[in-house]
């Protein structure tokens, strides 16, 4: 008698559970960006296939102001966040286990962990005496708060590829008179390029739609993208929010389809 | 072979003065080396041979500079360069694992030391080219180094480090990777590199034939010491102990009783009662009761006479020569090689009474 292996894929139900949790995850997805093709007013009544509202979108001078804020901050925020990342994960890797390496780790995650709400209130109330003190209120708060959860998306990746790489490589490049910044910019800098590239896409991405800690550290006038629709949402629905939003999924399947692909040339 | 004296007037280039490694802390630590000293002379073919785990890598290591001593001095021409980094040593590595630089090319590779060292732009394209002549490579300059075989990967290894013309080459064995045929043709190319660059070789084994075959002189470790250091010749016909003796060829071991000592001569009564003469290490005091070895090819099995007998166990035909097993009559074994003539077998067969006739001076007396 052939004993068949357990496996989850011919059990049952597995296909139809499957198909409905596809289903559930991207029918409304699907629905939203079919309503941006909408021609009519309504989000709700179809008046037939048109770029309408992408044009209302993007002619809409709110709109390229928050969109060019939210290019700004995640831009900047991406860029820090990844030289951080980059020099932590260096650090964190490049030496000998130690006792108190774990808690690092764990210390650079913290982003991760800490219920969001709780750092957007702790921003809100650090960055408001800062603002008193300082007279400041540009973008630096956003870009600030931005860097600050950004950086343990970039570490992931930069640290990944910093594990599998062979130490080796660098002390031979040590052996052949390199010095360690040498080492550094020749070797390590170049061989390490796929994982901070896909650091900072993820961190770009991460930082392009963050809603919670914008909303608590912006000052009047700052909206972001994510901000702004939320607070059109609030008013009247048009299929003008449909189009933002599907312009935005096209933007990030993109980043996040090049995140993908760089990472799988890694050998 | 250079002759002794020849060899004592040349200058040292390496020298290991009481070195010792220890890794980890207190009572977990590992002593890697245990005290180590040798001098490594200029232009020497120089192995460090031992079992795995013995301590060579790290021996090495610590002349390149990866590692730092725990305790001692490690000299470069009379220099104490224990607490330079490596990219201040002129000391090279060929890496057991290649560690090419994946992102360069081949000739880039070969390249990186002289432009670290700074060197002007035509100096280096000259000396990469000679270097990849000198490896049999100049056509493959421009491939990538995932496009190439793992013998054309060693020989750029090679090249990459012997481009910057270092003083002194580390090789941690660099031929373990390659099949057998290759290993050979290798073996032969790096001793042909190293008459033609002039440059000494350190070069890491664990293969007792490969040691004895390429080696001006060897060191024979185990357990983070170097238990003798000396010429092919002398460590496989000298053998100071019995861990040189057994992991360098085959050979029989005897217990023996030292009857009269002179000079390094000594004679010794076997366990058949009779008396052989040998050789002894210099400056050993031999016990009363002593191990003495005896190579297989150094004594013949004959149908009469003889300073040793006993029983043929097995026979084992190996085309150029015959192993003859011999249980002797106080019960150890001993082994006798004998080259085989043509149409002539070697006249024994299993059960036959035989007795040993060891070749005069082919009796060394152990230390320990
Ligand atoms: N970095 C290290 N940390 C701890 N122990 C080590 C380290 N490097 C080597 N050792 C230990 O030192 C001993 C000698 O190792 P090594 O020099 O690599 O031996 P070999 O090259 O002769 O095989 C081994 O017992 C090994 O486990
Ligand atoms: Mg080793």
């Known amino acids: 008698m052939v004993r068949r292996r357990f496996e989850i894929r011919t059990q049952p139900g597995f296909a139809f559970l499957a198909l409905v949790t596809f289903f559930m995850l991207y029918l409304p997805i699907a629905v939203l960006v079919v309503y941006a093709f909408n021609a009519s007013d309504s989000i709700t009544i179809w008046g ?8 209302v979108a993007w002619n809409n001078s709110a709109v390229q102001d928050a969109a060019w804020r939210s290019l ?6 991406a860029t820090f966040a990844t030289i951080t990342a980059t020099m932590a994960a260096l650090a964190t890797t490049r030496t000998p286990p130690y006792p108190g390496l774990t808690f690092k780790y764990a210390f650079i995650n913290q982003p991760l962990m800490v219920p969001e709400i709780v750092t957007a209130v702790a921003l809100l109330i650090v960055f408001s005496r800062v603002k008193v003190w300082t007279g400041y209120s540009g973008l630096g708060y956003l870009i600030a708060a931005h860097t ?26 040590a052996d052949l ?15 390490l390029r796929p994982g901070i590239i896909a650091g900072f896409m993820l961190a770009f991405v991460i930082s392009l739609d963050d809603v919670v800690i914008t909303e608590f550290v912006k000052s009047g006038g700052q909206d972001t993208l994510p901000t702004y629709m939320l607070g059109q949402i609030r008013r009247t629905v048009t299929p003008e929010v449909n189009a933002i939003a599907t312009a935005f999924l096209a933007l990030s399947v993109i980043l996040v389809t090049a995140f993908f692909f760089i990472n799988r040339q890694k050998n | 072979m250079p002759k002794p004296e020849e060899a004592e007037q040349k200058r040292v280039a390496v ?22 000293s040798v001098a490594i002379r200029e232009n020497e073919f120089f192995t460090l041979l031992g079992p795995s785990g013995c301590g060579k890598t790290t021996l090495l290591r610590l002349i390149a500079g990866f590692e730092y001593p725990t305790e001692g001095a490690i000299l470069l021409y009379g220099d104490d360069i224990a607490g330079l980094p490596p990219f201040k040593r002129p000391v090279n590595t060929v890496f057991q694992s290649y560690a090419l630089f994946p992102h360069l090319t081949v000739s880039e590779n070969v390249a990186f030391g002289l432009e670290m060292l700074g060197r002007s732009k035509d100096e280096i394209k000259s000396r990469v080219a000679a270097m990849l002549k000198l490896v049999h490579m100049e056509e493959l300059g421009n491939r990538r180094t995932d496009q190439i075989s793992g013998g054309q990967a060693q020989r750029v290894a090679l090249a990459r480090a012997l481009a910057p013309g270092p003083k002194v080459l580390l090789l941690d064995e660099p031929l373990s990777a390659l099949d057998y045929k290759l290993r050979k043709e290798m073996q032969i190319e790096l001793k042909r590199m190293q008459s033609e660059t002039g440059i000494t070789f350190i070069f890491v084994t664990h293969d007792q034939e490969e040691a004895l075959t390429m080696s001006d002189r060897i060191a024979v470790m185990s357990k983070g010491r170097i238990l003798q250091v000396g010429s092919p010749w002398d460590i496989y016909d000298k053998p100071a102990d019995r861990f040189v003796a057994d992991f360098i060829g085959e050979t029989n071991f005897l217990t023996a009783a030292v009857v009269d000592i002179a000079n390094s001569r000594a004679t010794v009564r076997l366990s058949s009662g009779k008396e052989i003469p040998a050789t002894v290490a210099e400056g050993m005091q031999p016990k009363h009761e002593a191990t003495i070895v005896v190579r297989p090819e150094h004594a ?67 230390r320990d």
């Open chain 2, 300 to 366: 013949r099995a004959v149908k009469k006479g003889g300073q040793l007998s006993g029983t043929v166990e097995n026979v084992v035909y190996f085309g150029t020569d015959t192993h003859i097993h011999i249980r002797l009559e106080d019960g150890s074994p001993f082994t006798v090689r004998q080259q085989n003539a043509r149409s002539e077998f070697c006249g024994f067969e299993i059960g036959d009474p035989a007795g040993i006739e060891i070749a005069a001076d082919a009796a060394q007396v152990l």
């Open chain 1, 72 to 77: 700004i901050i995640a831009v900047f925020a």
């Open chain 1, 148 to 173: 600050a959860f950004c950086i343990p998306f970039a570490y992931l990746p930069i640290r990944a590829r910093l594990e599998s790489m062979d130490l080796t490589l660098e002390r031979a490049a």
């Open chain 1, 177 to 191: 008179y390199a010095t360690p910044w040498m080492a550094f910019k020749r070797i390590t800098l170049p061989l």
């Open chain 2, 15 to 36: 020298e290991a003065r009481s070195i010792v490694k220890a890794f980890g802390q207190g009572s977990n630590a590992i002593r890697a080396l245990d005290n180590v």
């Open chain 1, 48 to 55: 037939g296939l048109s770029l309408h509202w992408f044009r």
